[in-house]
């Protein structure tokens, strides 16, 4: 009681002098503990003196005295408590550093203990991991003992908890901290299994963060992680944040969410697990490529192994083409359908180049790509055609043998998908190099781990596991390889299913995004559908595209290196192409897909006015592209001696084009009978229309009255005459308006009379 | 033979015939070493660094040129043995004539080796001052002090600074010899502050600079009569505890003189001096262990703790009780001394018993930690009983003093009840526990 009274009256004179006169505070303190050395307040003053005037060295010492003489006091558990989260935060204030420092004034095995008993009290597995993990780091002789029991808790936790996304804290504490720590270590002997375990999450989780959008956090079902986020199209107004914020992965600090260069540090890991597994192969390589090649070569024996030997070549063989399958996969895929935020961080160059570029000139550029079938080599076709050309029944067996090749077997189909050309638009595409040599080395992993029956049930187990289902980066890449094995029936059924997977989604996203996921499905299907010669399907997804895009107000940029390339090589058709999903380039696309479905039927010999007229108003973009298969049309023309098609003075505004169909109706010209008017009987009840509203009414879709038939065939009139010239003048003078837009009219207002005119 | 360079020495001029005997000194020493297993210097060789070096009249330049051919020759000699003999041959005093010029010599040479930081020849000087007269080294010090801090003030704090961790074994023995000089008991006898700061700055660099010498002596070894103190601790303690009763006199002159006080203040350089006293003492038990010496050692006197209360009764009684500020500097006094004791006691310095210190205090005025401290901590019943310090080696507690039959009693004071007017005498209550326990 009464020594009690001493230490209370000896601390508070220390207190009371401190701030004046601290040595003397201090002189009364070792006094004090000379009096009364197991009292803890007298200590805990001296530390409190030395702690708050930031002396490192004295205060560690005296941190160490409470510690070993009071390891039962709360206080001093508090104390620690502070240190070790300290130790534990990233944050980088004068308190949190002079904390870091006292502790490194500990000496080792105080530092051991202290950290071990401050995990002892640790109740959440997050906490006490991170805990456990500083000491694993400081104290490499603790891996062997606390190592895979730290890495098994942590993975019972992450179970435990039912986290639908790898991409949690658990994991990443796992995959990045402690998992290095256990297989560098040689003292410990971990069977095989165990590694190829581990190593598998390691993958799951570095994939899963590359490929995981920004927005994926807990919200949705880890089935729609990986592909749900769209970030980076573009479509985004920039007003919307980057959701920084967003990247944290739940549990940790922001700091502690971010991996730098995860494939780099996947293949660290594949490394040491190599290493660890007696991998075959050239230890020293590294890098996705020489992985591949290696894998490669070890196939070829897999079939004379047997036994251990043959099961441990399939795992390495399985688990490397796997990586380079998924990882290439992600490289290939668009950046819309990966978090843009992530791919920053991990180093992309391609997709960082893409959306940096994008931002000065074109938030459109940097949105997705689409793989498609390569139609700049539309325009030549009609000649190579028309050389050949010869009767309508031939060209229908055309079609319907090109639908047979291509969607009945699929052997076939593969074997005629190799070495197919994909063509892009270097400036378009700036990092298209990559992309390609991404997508080859993709499609080799896939092949390799689907060459043998083993790889393919270890691999399908991997894909179980992981989910890669739900993966729409993956997913794209799997159609457009189907795609370009030219399986397209295949690829149809594909897309479908991304269709509907996207409108399951739709309702999370702005509409911008799913709009935009929505139009490349669609334009895909149409190129499917195109290729499969089912002309009348192509034509309708192509409308619904075309139906969603907003018209430019600028002229798309004509690109000439495509024209001549197409023109130096004029390759018969089957080509791919790799085209920027923006407003800029599916248009073209769109009306090139189109005129390529009419061109057949409008060349035929058989009479397809209807065709023929849409061939003509389609041949105007890229003009004078198409000017051969116009001359060749006009020919037809002339051949018949008369043409008919009502839409003429509402679609066709190029001057060349005009010219030449006046021509026609003169003497020089044959004398054509053009029946180019919608309603000639209007226009004779109206002598003297006003250019813009008039026009305006006659433009409207489906004004042809009942009697038009008679009125055309018998329009050679003075008034027609004087009609048809007053249009063409009138016509003349439409020839500055933006050809885009007309030509977006004309796939607007005659969608029906588009699609009915197709078998 | 020596008698034929007593004769060639003659021939040559004062400063040529030095340098010939060092020279000789050298060789003759040197041989010593090598083939003597007790290696010691003889009368005709004493005699001749007698004539020739301390009784030859020689200019100030010569002096000064002497005193550089002697700097160079220890700094060149590689062995440590031949050294010391050559220094001690030159400056061991024999108790004749020749002693004061001995000295004046040793006095510059050690001056110029701290200026230009000659370590071996402070090593040579450490060595002397372990052997020499406390008399003599005192003188050393002195004049050490003299130019450094009155001939060249300012320079000293620069200069000395270096040499702490240089040689350490030298200003371990500086202290002792500069606290034996300086006492606090009149003005002239209290450090300047420039020293003062310089001690303080050395210990509070390395505490364990005051232990050096104990460190460095075999413990076997004994220590010449009349020596310094093998640490500078007994007077470090003074210092410390006198210094609020003694600076505060001082300061009363000062003002008086109307001087406008520019120097730093003495005050906060002894708190800081005494916390660093104390953290010595606590270094102490670990270091006395190890040389087989705890509790056999008293690194504090008796005599000089007697002496030290003494001149405290006679501070106190020359203070001003009714000056406002007396009583703060009196307590402060106390408490340091108290603390001192406690510590010292606790360390292991002081080997004596609370009941002895009672009886030493007894004419103290009265202070609550003094009083804590005389009467010993309360006994705790084993709170903690697997603590594994206490580092620090424990006097046994006195019974109870109430039970003691020289227990202080307020009456003992009755020698001095003047003195202390306005202090409140404590009443004892019989019956009570611990009747002088401090008034929480």
């Known amino acids: 009681m009464s020594a009690q009274k001493d230490c209370d009256f000896l601390v508070k004179r220390a207190r009371d002098l401190v701030s004046e006169d601290p040595c003397a505070a201090k002189a009364w303190l070792i006094t004090a503990r000379t009096l009364y050395p197991t009292d803890f307040n007298i200590q805990y003053e001296m530390y409190t003196i030395e702690r708050n005037a930031e002396k490192t060295t004295s205060a560690g010492r005296l941190l160490y005295d409470m510690f070993i003489n009071f390891p039962d006091q709360p206080v001093v558990w508090r104390e620690i408590t502070v240190i070790t989260a300290a130790l534990r935060s990233d944050c980088q204030d004068k308190q949190a550093q002079f904390l870091r420092g006292l502790f490194e004034t500990l000496p080792g095995p105080v530092q051991c203990e202290m950290l071990l008993k401050a995990t002892e009290q640790c109740f959440n597995t997050l906490e006490k991991a991170e805990m456990l993990l500083l000491l694993l780091r400081r104290f490499p002789e603790s891996v062997v003992q606390h190592g895979v029991n730290l890495g098994e808790s942590l993975l019972e936790a992450e179970a435990a908890e039912k986290l639908e996304t790898p991409v949690n804290c658990f994991r990443k504490l796992f995959v990045c901290d402690v998992l290095p720590l256990i297989i560098k270590n040689m003292d410990m002997r971990l069977p095989t299994s165990l590694l190829q375990k581990y190593m598998l999450k390691a993958a799951e989780f570095y994939i899963g963060y590359v490929t995981r959008g920004p927005s994926a956090d807990g919200q949705l079902q880890g089935k729609a992680l990986n592909g749900s986020t769209h970030e980076g199209g573009g479509l985004k107004s920039p007003g919307v944040p980057r959701g920084s914020q967003r990247c944290v992965i739940e549990g940790l600090s922001e700091k502690s969410s971010v991996v730098s260069e995860p ?251 799913s709009n935009l996921e929505h139009q490349r499905t669609l334009i895909q299907q149409a190129s499917c559908h195109y290729a499969l010669g089912e002309y009348r399907m192509a034509c309708e997804k192509v409308l619904e595209v075309v139906g969603g895009l907003v018209p430019q107000s600028h002229d798309p940029v004509k690109n000439t290196e495509d024209q001549g390339k197409a023109k130096g090589k004029p390759k018969k058709g089957n080509d791919l192409r790799l085209l920027p999903c923006t407003n800029k380039s599916i248009l073209p696309f769109c009306l090139q897909l189109m005129l390529a479905c009419f061109k057949l039927r409008a060349f035929t010999e058989s009479r397809d006015d209807l065709s023929l007229g849409h061939v003509v108003v389609l041949l105007q973009h890229d003009w004078p592209q198409g000017e051969s298969m116009f001359l060749k049309a006009i020919d037809k023309i002339c051949q018949q001696g008369s043409f008919q098609y009502e839409n003429f003075f509402n679609y066709v505004t190029n001057i060349d084009m005009l010219e030449e169909f006046a021509y026609l109706r003169t003497t020089e010209g044959g004398r054509v009978q053009l029946e180019l008017l919608p309603n000639q009987g209007m226009l004779i009840k109206n002598p003297s229309p006003s250019p813009g509203g008039e026009l305006n009414t006659l433009l409207l879709p489906g004004v042809q009255t009942p009697d038009r038939h008679h009125t055309v065939t018998r329009g050679i009139t003075k008034g027609v005459k004087e009609d048809f010239r007053l249009a063409m003048e009138r016509q003349v003078s439409r020839c500055g308006e933006n050809l885009y837009t007309v030509l977006h009219r004309f796939c607007i207002n005659e969608k029906i009379m588009i699609i009915q005119s197709l078998p | 033979m020596m008698g034929d360079m007593r004769q060639s020495l003659l021939r040559r001029d004062a400063l040529s015939a030095a340098k010939e005997v060092l020279y000789h000194l050298d060789i003759y020493l040197s041989g010593q070493v090598q083939n003597s297993p007790s290696p010691s210097v003889d009368t005709p060789t004493l005699e001749l660094v007698e004539e020739f070096i301390l009784h030859r009249r020689m200019s100030a330049l010569q002096e000064l040129q002497l005193l550089e051919i002697m700097c160079s020759c220890f700094q060149e000699q590689s062995r440590d043995a031949v050294r010391q003999l050559i220094f001690s041959a030159l400056f061991t005093l024999q108790g004749n004539q020749a002693d004061e010029s001995r000295m004046a010599l040793l006095g510059k040479l050690v001056s110029m080796a701290i200026a230009v930081g000659r370590v071996p020849i402070l090593e040579c000087a450490a060595t002397w001052l372990q052997r020499s007269h406390t008399v003599y080294c005192v003188r050393l010090a002195s004049g050490l002090v003299d130019d450094y801090c009155s001939l060249l003030p300012g320079s000293m704090v620069p200069t000395l600074n270096n040499i702490s961790s240089s040689s350490p074994q030298f200003c371990c023995q500086f202290i002792t010899a500069v606290t034996t000089l300086y006492d606090l008991s009149t003005e002239e006898l209290s450090p300047p502050v420039e020293l003062l700061q310089m001690v303080v700055s050395w210990i509070q660099d390395d505490p364990r600079l005051v232990l050096v010498t104990l460190l460095n002596t075999p413990a076997s070894s004994s220590q010449p009569m009349g020596s310094l103190d093998l640490t500078p601790l007994a007077g470090l303690v003074c210092w410390c505890v006198k210094s609020p009763l003694a600076y505060r006199r001082d300061r009363k002159q000062g003002l008086s003189n109307g001087m406008p006080d520019t120097k730093p203040e003495a005050g906060p350089l002894f708190s800081a001096l005494h916390l660093s006293v104390l953290q010595v003492l606590l270094l102490l038990p670990g270091v006395l262990r190890e040389k087989g010496l705890l509790g056999r050692l008293a690194l504090m006197q008796p005599e000089q703790l007697t002496s030290l209360i003494s001149d405290l009764s006679r501070l106190l009684e020359e203070l001003n009780p009714l000056q406002g500020d007396t009583q703060t500097h009196t307590q402060l006094t106390l408490e340091r001394l108290a603390q001192a004791l406690q510590v010292a006691m606790a360390a292991g310095a002081l080997l004596c018993s609370r009941e002895d210190l009672r009886a030493l205090c007894s004419h103290l005025p009265h202070n609550n930690l003094l009083q804590l401290v005389l009467s010993g901590p309360v006994q705790q019943s084993a709170f903690y009983p697997h603590v594994n310090t206490p580092p620090l080696g424990y006097s046994p507690r006195p019974l109870g003093p109430h039970l003691s039959a020289h227990s202080p009693h307020p009456t003992s004071r009755s020698p001095h009840p003047s003195s202390y007017p306005s202090y409140p005498s404590q009443p004892f209550i019989a019956g009570m526990a611990f009747p002088f326990r401090p008034s929480h």
């Open chain 1, 263 to 513: 494939w780099e540090r996947l293949l660290d890991i594949l490394a040491v697990v190599g290493t660890r597994c007696e991998w075959q192969g050239d230890k020293g390589q590294r890098g996705f490529v020489e992985i591949l090649q290696r894998v490669k070569e070890l196939c070829r024996y897999l079939s004379n192994l047997e036994g251990e030997t043959r099961l441990r070549y399939c795992s390495q063989v399985v688990i490397c083409a796997s990586l380079v399958l998924f990882r290439s996969a992600y490289l290939y895929s668009p950046p819309c359908v990966c978090g843009c935020v992530w791919v920053c961080v991990c180093g992309c160059v391609r997709t960082y180049l893409n959306i940096v570029g994008a931002s000065g000139v074109n938030a459109l550029a940097s949105g997705p790509w689409i793989l498609l079938e390569d139609l700049s080599s539309v325009y030549m076709e009609a000649e190579l055609e028309r050389g050949a050309g010869k009767h309508t029944h031939k060209k229908r067996k055309l079609a319907d043998g090109r639908e047979k090749t291509m969607s009945s077997d699929d052997e076939e189909g593969f074997g005629k998908g190799r070495g197919r050309h994909i063509l892009v638009n270097k400036t378009e595409l700036p990092g298209w190099a990559e992309t390609l040599e991404s997508f080859r080395l993709a499609r080799e992993s896939w092949e390799l781990l689907h060459s043998h029956s083993c790889l393919e049930t270890e691999f399908s187990k991997i894909c179980a596991s992981w989910k890669t289902d739900s993966w729409l980066w993956f997913r794209i890449f799997l159609t457009d390889m189907i795609i370009y094995q030219g399986q397209y029936r295949k690829a149809l059924s594909s897309l479908l299913q991304m269709a509907v997977f996207q409108h399951t989604q739709s309702g999370l996203n702005s509409p911008g995004q």
